[in-house]
């Protein structure tokens, strides 16, 4: 493995096992508006984001502004009750710690909101191992892109180019998100999206977190 080659996680669905809470909180949003709670089958088959592209594939409309503003404030509302519950992914410690000791570097992007989720990564013990740690500021509904140019631009310096960079998530947007500044992505199914809509995205996709370190080292290196 050459050094300089760069690991950006995802956290919601890839480091950060929250897929129970995500559908506890997406069927009381879906609830405050009069919808049947869906299965996890159905959720990993259609979520896309932005999310009310989501709720479109499932309503057969766009929410309106004062829908989309219910549902969101209601997911999140129940998600974050629920969040705090949340364990690590199988393995997710440990290969963070196999991956600094190789002398490789690696930092953490998600779409949570920033003044949520730094408290959250710190009481799982594993802020230390990142260079950065930035989750979203401004809309609910940006995309993952916008929010990878800011984290990579903020890295400047540190020897991260996005050409030695691998994204690990687990949402095709996380791919678009990679391609858009010209990195590479695994995608992991172990969260929002069934394996078959991961593999639309064109890029690796895996089971175990494991298998989407070892993809990365081959990618990056």
């Known amino acids: 493995m050459i050094r300089g080659s760069h690991i950006v996680w995802d956290w919601n669905g890839t480091l950060l096992h929250d897929i129970d809470a995500v559908m506890a909180a997406t069927n009381a949003s879906f609830a405050e508006l009069g919808f049947a709670p ?19 594939r499932l309503m057969g409309r ?5 829908e989309w503003l219910l549902m969101d404030e209601t997911f999140h509302r129940h998600y974050w009750a629920a969040a705090d519950g949340a364990g690590l992914a199988e393995g997710a410690r440990d290969l963070l710690v196999a991956w600094e000791r190789d002398g ?20 799982h013990g594993i802020h230390g191992h990142f260079l950065r740690v930035d ?64 593999e639309s995205a064109g ?8 298998e989407a370190v070892l993809t990365a080292r081959e990618l990056a290196g």
């Open 38 to 56: 869906i299965t996890l089958e159905t959720y990993r088959e259609l979520y896309v984001v932005p999310v009310p592209k989501f709720y479109e």
């Open 135 to 198: 989750g979203r500021t401004g809309p609910s509904h940006t995309s993952k892109a916008v929010h990878l140019v800011r984290h990579l631009a903020a890295l400047d310096g540190t020897g991260v180019t996005a050409s030695r960079t691998v994204l690990i998530g687990d949402a095709v947007d996380d791919a678009l998100a990679a391609a858009h500044v010209g990195a590479r992505a695994v995608l992991y199914t172990g969260g929002s999206h069934s394996r078959r809509s991961l």
């Open 104 to 123: 490789l570097t690696q930092s953490l992007l998600s779409l949570a909101p920033h003044d949520k989720l730094v408290p959250l990564v710190r009481s």
């Open 62 to 66: 766009l929410p309106t502004e004062e």
């Open 203 to 210: 890029v690796p996709v895996v089971d175990t977190l494991a």
